[in-house]
């Protein structure tokens, strides 16, 4: 047990001395994270909006359909983007397989029903009165669903800090697809596997400890600018 | 005085019953016009067509002069409609009151400020306030003051009083007042308390399910 | 608006990375087995080939097995394994266009230095029987693999059949390492090339293994660099392979090769054109 002491030690050794594999791994992790994120919400968001906000038949399978999206197994994913980003597959000659563009294709997969769901919920439960109110003020259809995206937000980030969690922490994924290569497309959660599996149980950790101060970080970020617009 | 609206014949249904019934309203400016009557008589449903939310299946509206075309978008910006039980939005004091002016593209501190003082509610202190520290009270202020700020040609108030205590119930009467004085617009209440009414309006009007519309003065 | 600004920034980087990496150096991917990952080998490999021709080198450590398969959907430009029987077939199917041995170590059988199965010294065939015979904990491969596949050679060769069913083996579907970590956790036996079993006595697990059997013929393990044909494998970097597989067998490539070594010890032996 004492690789947990051992661990917490190196954690601070790397960070402090800019460990250049470590901040590699940072790198690839931030980069393919937000990207990830980055598609997630620019097609989310609005997708999510329109579901809860509009009325429309099949709207109830449509909800069933990206809730269930939302357990989808993530190695699954892993396999289908990488069957999808290979050469013999549809998008081969994109050469996205083992790169961290690839990589984030298979992160945004996963995020995005997590996205679409939950901001359909946030809009939902606004309250009914508020379309009124907002058109009483006399906003016009652009400004009445920015607006109500807006009232919104305190929901729509609270499954945006959901997306990211699972994103920042999938190994499958970023294994298959990334293929875990030193320098390039080795994440810090594929990397700690690979320590793991060589016994290098102190190095994991550590990895592990970088891994939670950057989530860590975000998360008081957006603590600190959710308090500025809100509760 | 300018016309305001002039309406005629004005008939809705809603499930197949007939829900409104008005043979024929007038309010110039510089009017207030208060409308009193039982539940269920049609009066949130003349509102929501005086605030151009509603088409009519029957009747001829006319708003400054000009024949309403329900599609047009922004005459709701001239007919401002104070719901019954208005929502706030999920901002400060200042940002719900600033809101309908920053729609239209407008930024002017002194309309705000103007606007809360006129229901009462110091700039100083309330501006900064979220919508979850008001009161009850303080929240239906904050929804008129909204709509003051905007200075509207018609300032249309449904139930502007209810559940609020009698001070505050002053304070919306004055800031009626003050509104529709010295300008060319023009407000219609509409309150069940008869006796409020009947201290500041203009003309008052009862509206019954089966009689429609009579002038009491 | 802000986040709007830091989305597309995150994007626009990461279409930089691609650009970059398809304008600029010119990067070969090859697929390869966890050996050759785990000892330390490729790092050497790829400094001194990059220094020699400007090429860089990225491979991704699947196993013999996979890497096979990799090759067959094209989704690697050139291979290093080492299973030659499973090489032989590849080729004789034409998925490559060439095949040239490259460098050889050997495999060792390990086990815990209490060694309960009585195996030091023993013939490797020999020693086979006697694992399944006293029903010792044996960790496989399990994974398609160079090693795993010399080790079902092994039991072929002791005449029995692969003791998949059997409760004592334990297929890991995991890399060298990983298996040989299993292996030290729990006591038990695996087989190994010699080279990541140097690299596991540097690291924190030294003393829960030891080498118990090595020396046969059927311990060889014989590595190869494959290219694949072009017919089939249109959008693979041909020359680039082809550059690599040359240099990998010339006297640079050989010496690269020769020169790495772990604690003093020299893991792998350079053999091309013997």
Redesign the interface.
């Known amino acids: 047990m004492g690789f947990i002491l051992e661990g917490l030690a190196k954690a601070v050794n790397l960070l402090a001395s800019g460990d250049a594999e470590t901040f590699s791994a940072v790198w690839a992790t931030l980069l393919a994270t937000g990207q990830a994120m980055a598609a997630a919400l620019v097609l989310g968001l609005p997708l999510g909006f329109a579901l809860g906000y509009f009325p429309f038949p099949g709207k109830r399978l449509c909800r069933l359909g990206f809730d269930t999206l939302m357990a989808f197994p993530t190695v699954v994913i892993g396999l289908l983007v990488y069957a999808l980003l290979s050469r013999q597959g549809p998008l081969g000659g994109l050469n996205l397989l083992f790169t961290v563009p690839g990589m984030s294709l298979g992160l945004a997969v996963l995020a995005l029903p997590m996205v679409v769901s939950l901001t359909a919920s946030a809009v939902e439960q606004l309250d009914p009165r508020l379309r009124l109110a907002l058109l009483t003020l006399g906003a016009d259809t652009r400004q009445m669903l920015l607006s109500t995206l807006w009232e919104a937000r305190h929901g729509v980030l609270a499954g945006t800090l959901a997306a990211f969690g699972r994103v920042v922490s999938e190994v499958g994924i970023a294994m298959m697809v990334g293929g875990n290569i030193k320098w390039h497309t080795r994440t810090i959660t594929t990397a700690i596997a690979l320590e793991t599996g060589k016994g290098e149980f102190a190095m994991g950790l550590a990895l592990g400890l970088v891994l939670l101060a950057m989530a860590l970080t975000v998360n008081v970020v957006l603590a600190l600018l959710r308090r500025r617009t809100g509760p | 005085m300018s016309e305001i609206y002039h309406i005629s014949g004005l008939e809705h249904s809603h499930g197949g019953r007939l829900v409104l019934n008005v043979e024929s309203l007038t309010v110039s400016g510089g009017e207030i016009a208060g409308i009193t009557g039982p539940n269920g008589s049609g009066k949130s449903t003349l509102m929501a067509v005086m605030a151009f939310l509603l088409k009519p299946d029957l009747g001829r509206v006319r708003f400054l002069g000009r024949a309403v075309d329900f599609a047009e978008p922004s005459l709701r910006r001239q007919a401002v409609l104070l719901p019954q039980d208005p929502c706030l939005l999920r901002r400060t004091v200042w940002g719900n009151v600033s809101y309908g002016l920053s729609v239209r593209g407008l930024k002017d501190e002194g309309l705000v400020r103007r606007a809360m003082d006129m229901v009462g509610l110091d700039p100083q202190r309330f501006a900064k306030r979220w919508w979850w520290e008001l009161s009850g009270g303080e929240i239906r202020r904050v929804g008129l003051a909204a709509r003051l700020a905007l200075s509207p040609e018609a300032l249309l108030l449904d139930e502007p009083t209810a559940n609020l205590d009698p001070e505050s119930a002053r304070l919306v009467r004055l800031a009626i007042l003050a509104e529709v004085s010295g300008q060319q617009s023009a407000a219609v209440v509409i309150s069940h308390d008869q006796q409020w009414l009947e201290s500041f309006v203009t003309a008052l009007y009862r509206l019954d399910p089966d009689q429609g519309l009579k002038t009491l003065y | 608006m802000r986040g709007t600004v830091?989305?597309?920034f995150?994007?626009l980087?990461?279409?930089c990375?691609?650009g970059q990496?398809?304008a600029q150096t010119p990067v070969l991917?090859m697929a390869t087995t966890t050996s050759t990952e785990?000892t330390g080998l490729l790092?050497e490999l790829a400094k001194a080939f990059q220094a020699r021709t400007g090429i860089e080198l990225?491979?991704?450590?699947v196993g013999t097995g996979k890497a096979l398969e990799m090759g067959k959907?094209?989704?690697a430009d050139v291979l290093l394994v080492h299973a030659p029987g499973a090489e032989r077939n590849f080729m004789d199917k034409g998925y490559g266009q060439s095949r040239r041995e490259v460098m050889y170590n050997d495999f060792v059988v390990l086990g815990p230095a209490s060694d309960p199965a009585g195996l030091k010294g023993q013939d490797v065939v020999k020693a086979m029987s006697t694992l399944a015979g006293k029903k010792a904990q044996f960790f496989s491969r399990g994974d398609n693999s160079g090693t795993h596949m010399a080790e079902l050679a092994l039991w072929k060769a002791a005449g029995l059949p692969v003791p998949d069913r059997e409760a004592w083996y334990v297929s890991t579907g995991?890399?060298m390492?990983?298996t040989m970590?299993m292996a030290?956790e729990r006591g038990g036996y695996c087989l190994a090339d010699r080279g990541t079993f140097i690299k596991y006595e540097a690291?924190?697990?030294a003393k829960n293994l030891v080498i118990l059997v090595e020396g046969a013929k059927e311990l060889r393990n014989q590595y190869s660099v494959i290219t694949l044909n072009p017919n089939k494998?249109p959008?693979?970097k041909s020359d680039l392979a082809q550059t690599f597989a040359d240099w990998l067998v010339s006297p640079p490539g050989q010496e690269a090769v020769a020169s790495f070594s772990l604690l003093g010890k020299q893991l792998f032996f350079p053999n091309a054109g013997q």
């Open positions: 830091f989305a597309l995150l994007v980087a990461g279409c990375e691609l990496a398809q991917l785990d790092p990225r491979w991704v450590a959907a094209c989704d995991q890399g390492l990983q970590s030290g690291g924190p697990q494998c959008l693979v």
